[in-house]
């Protein structure tokens, strides 16, 4: 038992010290994005859910000190309203706005298949794994998605993309990109003549 214990002790500690990134995840494939503004998402989504914890907690207290509670009905309705705005309508608002922010994207080559890591709505890492024909563009440019996998709308910023083809892939431009060339001079002839 204590040498297994001290066997696997080693193990982690070699593992933390190698120079291995800890976005390695080669069941995954290979890391081909990684969304900058990931830890600020995190800290605004834990900031918001911990200001709504504290809120609930408090409110009690509030009503009890400040007296609302033998006001009128419309202070109270007015001053829940308040409340209930902040401690839930924020929070659920914003996991909306930014569930489908894509904190890395792997791709493996050989089955064309794409691993996305997006936070879910209790800030733990979530795994979405889709084929490149999954992807659709939306017909109109949307505020926070770029494409949807599936039915779930993802959002990447294209000048992270280390490599530019990798991008191209992803929204499928690669295989389109020929075809639209051609019809362009397709249409060019149609014009001359």
Do not use: W
Not at 21 to 37: A, F, I, Q, T, W
Not at 63 to 69: A, H, P, R, W
Not at 91 to 113: A, F, N, S
Not at 133 to 142: E, G, L, Y
């Amino acid at each position: 038992g204590f040498i297994f214990q001290v066997a696997s002790f080693q193990g982690v500690a070699v593992r933390s010290l190698s120079t291995s990134s800890p976005h390695d995840h080669p069941e995954h494939g290979r890391l081909v994005y990684k969304g900058n503004l990931a830890k600020t998402v995190l800290g605004v989504k834990f900031f918001s859910y911990s200001t709504s914890v504290f809120n609930l907690f408090m409110m009690p207290y509030i009503m009890l000190k400040s007296g609302i509670g033998v006001e009128s009905l419309l202070v109270q309705a007015a001053f829940y309203g308040l409340i209930g705005i902040f401690t839930f309508v924020t929070p659920v608002t914003l996991h909306i706005l930014t569930k489908g922010y894509v904190i890395r994207l792997y791709y493996k080559d050989e089955v064309d298949t794409y691993t996305a890591i997006t936070y879910n709505a209790i800030l733990a890492e979530k795994v979405t794994v889709f084929h490149q024909k999954d992807v659709k563009i939306p017909d109109i440019t949307r505020m926070f998605t770029t494409f949807y996998a599936k039915t779930k709308s993802m959002l990447v910023n294209p000048t992270l993309f280390p490599n530019p083809q990798d991008y191209n892939h992803l929204m499928g431009y690669d295989k389109s990109s020929f075809f639209k060339f051609e019809d362009l001079e397709e249409v060019k002839e149609v014009d001359k003549r």
